[in-house]
């Protein structure tokens, strides 16, 4: 492909945690060099990288000898500052642009974008501070949900609003910045569709991915979801007209509610790969990490076909309370695959890997992983 970055280029990953990491595996597979810069001393992608930058985000130097390292940047969060992104693409082409990173990482101006794009979404007010909250709760009404404008992730910087009760706590959230106030949707299910897209438009959209989360993090992802085909449809329809409106380049997920009604709201887009899906890893010809690689380098995008039902467990740090977890007692079990993430402490809520488990079926595949997640723990010592 004329213009493409080939095995041999550099990529250079802003962020180096998990998601860091695997994309810097897909890139050593591929025959690529990797770059990572992360304020973070000894990140989990420094383990696969060639070099690292160990410095603030804004630190001028670093920005310096960041882009004079690569020949390509990438992220793989979207918590980094907006501004350092834009400055490095006057050295080297930013994939997704600065722009998407930009309007992806504030929630009003990503609701915005759903908006003027005719794409289905929960309702939602700006709530600027203490003032605009009452006006705001009267035009969504209650139960609903704050949020911080920006920088929020894993259900961190939301309060649930429930009755006045829960003011109090609004209130506290304001006083760290502007947030948004989104109406909460009775809910039959979530789903996640990811989406490559290339310089030239060309597409690649993976099957669709069924989600459940507990305490607002990801717990347990099963593919293909479990709806009907002209959901599955309505959901990949959607997912590209993101992809397109945004003027892609690279990797997104596009997650979204599946109402009471069987109606689809898009909630979120991540301009990543995402922890749904992980379990393209096994379960598709090209997983995420590899196709984000493709869409960044103007490689052709790889197929997305899926090879086999799957499911992906997160492994968090509560699973380490009483030492190693049991790794052996299931790694035996066929189609069963682990991933550790190489963080050094493991904390409460803290994502230190995952399971994935090919099946015959998705039901399977569900109750598989969960089964093989369940006996990591350790037996229950006897107190009596």
């Given at each position: 492909?004329?213009?493409?970055?080939?095995?041999?280029?550099?990529?250079?990953?802003?962020?180096?945690?998990?998601?860091?990491?695997?994309?810097?595996?897909?890139?050593?597979?591929?025959?690529?060099?990797?770059?990572?810069?992360?304020?973070?001393?000894?990140?989990?992608?420094?383990?696969?990288?060639?070099?690292?930058?160990?410095?603030?985000?804004h630190n001028r130097e670093a920005e310096v000898a960041f882009a004079t390292a690569v020949d390509v940047v990438t992220f793989e969060f979207e918590n980094i500052p907006a501004?350092?992104?834009?400055?490095?693409?006057?050295?080297?082409?930013?994939?997704?642009?600065?722009?998407?990173?930009?309007?992806?990482?504030?929630?009003?101006?990503?609701?915005?974008?759903?908006?003027?794009?005719?794409?289905?979404?929960?309702?939602?007010?700006?709530?600027?501070?203490?003032?605009?909250?009452?006006?705001?709760?009267?035009?969504?009404?209650?139960?609903?949900?704050?949020?911080?404008?920006?920088?929020?992730?894993?259900?961190?910087?939301?309060?649930?609003?429930?009755?006045?009760?829960?003011?109090?706590?609004?209130?506290?959230?304001?006083?760290?910045?502007?947030?948004?106030?989104?109406?909460?949707?009775?809910?039959?299910?979530?789903?996640?569709?990811?989406?490559?897209?290339?310089?030239?438009?060309?597409?690649?959209?993976?099957?669709?991915?069924?989600?459940?989360?507990?305490?607002?993090?990801?717990?347990?992802?099963?593919?293909?979801?479990?709806?009907?085909?002209?959901?599955?449809?309505?959901?990949?329809?959607?997912?590209?007209?993101?992809?397109?409106?945004?003027?892609?380049?690279?990797?997104?997920?596009?997650?979204?509610?599946?109402?009471?009604?069987?109606?689809?709201?898009?909630?979120?887009?991540?301009?990543?790969?995402?922890?749904?899906?992980?379990?393209?890893?096994?379960?598709?010809?090209?997983?995420?990490?590899?196709?984000?690689?493709?869409?960044?380098?103007?490689?052709?995008?790889?197929?997305?076909?899926?090879?086999?039902?799957?499911?992906?467990?997160?492994?968090?740090?509560?699973?380490?309370?009483d030492g190693t977890p049991a790794f052996a007692r299931v790694l035996a079990q066929p189609g069963l695959h682990l991933h550790l993430y190489g963080k050094r402490q493991a904390?409460?809520?803290?994502?230190?890997?995952?399971?994935?488990?090919?099946?015959?079926?998705?039901?399977?595949?569900?109750?598989?992983?969960?089964?093989?997640?369940?006996?990591?723990?350790?037996?229950?010592?006897?107190?009596?």
């Amino acid at each position: 492909m004329t213009g493409a970055l080939l095995p041999g280029a550099t990529i250079g990953v802003m962020g180096g945690g998990q998601l860091g990491r695997m994309l810097g595996q897909a890139a050593r597979r591929l025959g690529y060099g990797v770059v990572v810069w992360s304020p973070e001393p000894q990140p989990p992608a420094a383990a696969v990288a060639d070099g690292l930058v160990c410095e603030p985000y804004h630190n001028r130097e670093a920005e310096v000898a960041f882009a004079t390292a690569v020949d390509v940047v990438t992220f793989e969060f979207e918590n980094i500052p907006a501004d350092v992104v834009e400055r490095l693409a006057t050295w080297r082409p930013v994939r997704p642009s600065p722009q998407v990173l930009a309007l992806t990482q504030h929630r009003g101006r990503e609701k915005a974008f759903l908006r003027s794009a005719g794409l289905p979404h929960a309702p939602y007010r700006e709530v600027a501070d203490r003032a605009a909250l009452a006006p705001a709760l009267r035009a969504i009404g209650y139960p609903c949900v704050l949020k911080t404008a920006g920088f929020g992730y894993d259900g961190k910087g939301q309060v649930r609003l429930r009755g006045r009760r829960d003011l109090g706590a609004a209130r506290a959230l304001l006083d760290e910045g502007p947030c948004l106030l989104e109406r909460q949707v009775p809910l039959r299910l979530e789903v996640s569709v990811v989406v490559a897209r290339a310089a030239d438009g060309e597409l690649a959209i993976y099957p669709v991915f069924e989600n459940e989360h507990r305490d607002h993090v990801l717990d347990v992802t099963v593919v293909p979801a479990r709806i009907s085909d002209e959901l599955a449809a309505q959901a990949t329809r959607l997912a590209v007209q993101v992809a397109e409106g945004l003027g892609l380049v690279g990797l997104a997920c596009i997650e979204c509610f599946v109402d009471e009604h069987g109606k689809l709201l898009v909630n979120e887009i991540a301009p990543r790969p995402h922890n749904s899906g992980h379990v393209s890893i096994e379960a598709c010809e090209t997983d995420q990490f590899e196709q984000q690689l493709r869409a960044v380098c103007g490689l052709p995008l790889g197929s997305t076909r899926l090879r086999s039902p799957a499911a992906m467990a997160n492994l968090l740090g509560d699973l380490w309370d009483d030492g190693t977890p049991a790794f052996a007692r299931v790694l035996a079990q066929p189609g069963l695959h682990l991933h550790l993430y190489g963080k050094r402490q493991a904390r409460p809520g803290r994502k230190m890997g995952h399971l994935s488990l090919l099946a015959g079926d998705a039901d399977r595949a569900d109750a598989g992983v969960r089964a093989a997640r369940d006996a990591l723990r350790p037996p229950a010592r006897d107190v009596g």
